[in-house]
């Protein structure tokens, strides 16, 4: 069982940054692929950034290249998403996901456990 918890949302002006995090509890959090995803209203959810369980790899939406970078600590049981250059097409509400026990984890499906999401709001 993994429960997950993110945090660090909020209201940014455009150009502005902002730092999510996601802490996991549960000792599968080392062998997992984690995610960040995030649903606009009235839109489906969308992948944002995947990070494989060493750290090594990771995976981008062309949305999120060259201004988000998603980093974990396995010490710590945590998952951050440092999200800098943020536009008003960024906001939403994202989502801390867990692929338990999967070393590839590129479809939505692949993931088992997810947080309850943080509000995330660019203004213009």
């Known amino acids: 069982q993994v429960q997950l918890v993110e945090s660090g949302g909020g209201l940014v002006q455009a150009g502005g940054s902002l730092r999510l995090s996601c802490a996991a509890s549960?000792?599968?959090?080392?062998?997992?692929?984690m995610g960040w995803f995030r649903q606009a209203p009235g839109k489906e959810r969308e992948f944002v950034a995947r990070i494989n369980w060493s750290g090594v790899i990771t995976y981008y939406a062309d949305s999120a290249k060259g201004r988000f970078t998603i980093s974990r600590d396995n010490a710590k049981n945590t998952v951050l998403l440092q999200m800098n250059s943020l536009k008003p097409e960024d906001t939403a509400v994202y989502f801390c996901?867990?692929?338990?026990?999967?070393?590839?984890?590129?479809?939505?499906?692949?993931?088992?456990?997810w947080g309850q999401g943080t509000q995330v709001t660019v203004s213009s």
């Open positions: 996901a867990a692929a338990v026990g999967k070393l590839f984890a590129p479809r939505i499906t692949d993931y088992n456990y």
């Open positions: 549960g000792r599968t959090f080392s062998n997992s692929v």
